[in-house]
């Protein structure tokens, strides 16, 4: 599942990039219909602030398997090393 959040993470990105600079042409170009980009741009965000979320909560610990809201060499729940 971390492999599938991390590629939506960076088709995430990357759509969300090529959205602005579409957004940016039609803007200097003095087309101001970008609705469509906008919305575009929306869902980008909302899946990229998911994708985020999911991998904070997801991180536990392999021994004890308690929640990992740090990243450090040893759990503060079992104390083994990670």
Request: with cysteine; net charge positive; glycine share 6%.
């Amino acid at each position: 599942m971390k492999k599938i959040v991390t590629w939506l993470t960076v088709i995430s990105i990357i759509v969300f990039l090529i959205d602005w600079g579409v957004m940016g042409i039609k803007i200097l170009d003095n087309d101001y219909n970008i609705t469509a980009e906008a919305y575009i741009g929306a869902f980008c965000i909302l899946i990229l602030l998911f994708c985020l979320i999911y991998r904070i909560f997801s991180t536990k610990c392999p021994h004890c398997k308690k929640l990992l809201l740090q990243k450090g060499k040893y759990c503060p729940h079992c104390g083994k090393e990670i």
